[in-house]
């Protein structure tokens, strides 16, 4: 059998180990699809394009792997653009396909036709095109490794039709050597050469000196994972732990050092406890989930697996590179010489627990707070929530009792409404054995809902929470505030349970 470019990438797909791509096919990618299958890869329909970006993300981070996401040209690209703006401020390795009109046409038809390098160019880190000039092996490798470099991101595929039918070969030598040309590690992390002496030197002289030490964990320890080298520096400095809210289960949050969560509100109390500090050590810490630009006077140490860019935040000291090596050599010398006591630094910032674990209500009527946490008690340690954007983020993202890393998913980069639900899916695939509840509001479960279509198709059972007040609360809530008219924000009643 003559292998043609549609066969070549779906092989190459595999040997990525792509084992699940979601999507909405068309007629110009009938021939991809079906290499797809060939190649013995789980193709899951989802109902709009944006969908299986989130449900792809949420596949992606649980796996600590590559996303696929799939599409034809046109609206389809579109709406798969827009999802992509997800992937990319939420920092999610991710690969995204698209068809594309023949180069023969594009000169001479409009229909459909767009520049789709321009699209994607806002929210991929690159676009690529397989053409006639192009090796589809060597192209695939090269998009796989492309979103895993420095800081992890989307790549834009785009597939013209006409070459999907072509010829190609593919020898077993030659394409080990194509993925030995684009290798790059599971977790791709910069050069330990960045790790300079004097950096090093002086990062400890200050840790050393610190009284007020907060330690400010993100969404870029994964994929690296260093969770258990993170909680021994916090011990070891006495420091106060704070999360961003997709970081959240990287410090457990009963331990008594834990200091909440930031990235919420404009006003937070963990926001105070770094008001606080006298040194701030940022660990995997990416500055797109705060809520306002970064304002703290304390001195600032970059500790990342990338660079500091975008924006970059200033850094009296920077190490990058491998989390886990740079970890543990901060370890070990502090192990030797711990410095400062900082016996009255945890009663400085433990009144955070009180502030938002207030106590169980005597109310008679069911409020969200008892649902979260009767939710959370029903979980096993690695259940799995996916939570969507509105007044119910704020909420749970600080009720919710996260005792694993990396089970705790929700948009934070871009924040985007409807992500929880696709993103259940998602997670739901990429840990069967596990429970999956989503919490959602009746805005976002309103765009999305077409998804439990796929959910039941596709046999995920995942338990969906809708937190209904019929209203966009959070806008709501800014029209109040500010003396308007509540326009565009109410939504009419849904029985949620029929549907």
């Known amino acids: 059998m003559t292998l043609t470019m549609s066969d070549v990438v ?8 792509v084992e699940v791509i979601f999507g909405l096919p068309g007629g110009e990618n009938v021939p991809l699809v079906a290499a797809i299958d060939r190649a013995g890869i789980r193709f899951v329909l989802m109902r709009h394009e944006s969908r299986a970006v989130w449900a ?5 981070r649980i796996g600590r792997r590559v996303g696929v996401c799939l599409s034809t040209l046109g609206p389809g690209a579109v709406n798969l653009a827009a999802g992509l703006a997800h992937a990319y401020l939420d920092r999610s390795p991710m690969v995204a396909i698209t068809a594309q009109l023949p180069d023969y046409l594009l000169a001479i038809h409009s229909h459909q036709r767009l520049n789709l390098q321009q699209v994607f160019s806002p929210v991929t880190k690159a676009s690529l095109v397989l053409d006639g000039e192009s090796d589809p092996g060597e192209l695939v490798h090269r998009a796989f490794s492309t979103a895993n470099q420095g800081r992890p991101g989307p790549v834009h595929l785009q597939i013209s039709s006409p070459f999907s039918l072509e010829p190609a070969t593919l020898t077993v030598q030659a394409s080990r050597e194509i993925k030995a040309k684009f290798a790059h590690p599971e977790i791709a992390i910069a050069s330990d050469e960045s790790i300079t002496s004097d950096g090093f030197a002086k990062t400890m002289d200050m840790l050393r000196h610190a009284k007020r030490p907060a330690v400010l964990m993100g969404l870029a320890l994964e994929p690296t ?5 993170v909680q021994a520096l916090v011990e070891i400095l006495q420091a106060a732990a704070i999360v961003t809210p997709k970081a959240k289960g990287a410090f457990p949050e009963n331990h008594p050092l834990y200091a909440g969560v930031i990235g919420l509100e404009r006003q937070e109390p963990a ?11 940022g660990v995997g810490f990416d500055p797109v989930e705060l809520m306002v630009p970064w304002s703290f006077e304390a001195p600032f140490i970059y500790v990342g697996s990338a660079p500091n860019e975008d924006p970059e935040i200033k850094a009296q000291a920077q190490l990058v590179g491998d989390l886990r090596q740079i970890l543990s050599r901060l370890l070990g010398a502090l192990h030797t010489e711990p410095g400062a006591q900082r016996d009255n630094w945890h009663s400085q910032f433990y009144p955070y627990r009180q502030a938002v674990n207030p106590g169980v ?3 008679p009527v069911l409020l969200p707070s008892q649902v979260v946490r009767a939710a959370r008690e029903l979980l096993p340690e690695e259940g799995i929530a996916t939570v969507d954007v509105g007044a119910h983020k704020l909420l749970i ?3 919710w009792d996260a005792r694993c890393p990396n089970r705790f998913l929700l948009s934070n980069g871009i924040s985007t409404m409807g992500y929880a639900l696709p993103a259940a899916l998602g997670a739901k695939l990429a840990c069967p054995d596990l429970p999956v509840v989503c919490f959602t509001g009746d805005g976002g479960m309103g765009m999305v809902c077409s998804a439990l279509e796929t959910a039941v198709r596709e046999c995920l059972p995942v338990v969906v929470v809708v937190l209904a007040d019929e209203a966009m609360s959070l806008i709501r809530l800014k029209q109040l505030a500010t003396g308007n008219k509540l326009i565009g924000t ?3 009643p849904t029985d949620w349970v029929k549907v």
């Open 10 to 17: 779906a092989q190459t797909l595999r040997e990525e180990g």
């Open 56 to 60: 792809a993300d949420a596949y992606a």
């Open 225 to 229: 994972a260093p969770y258990r080298l």
């Open 271 to 281: 926001a105070d406890t770094l008001r606080k500090a006298d040194l701030i050590l």
């Open 361 to 363: 209500s005597e109310s």
């Open 397 to 399: 993202s600080k009720l």
């Open 490 to 492: 109410l939504i009419g």
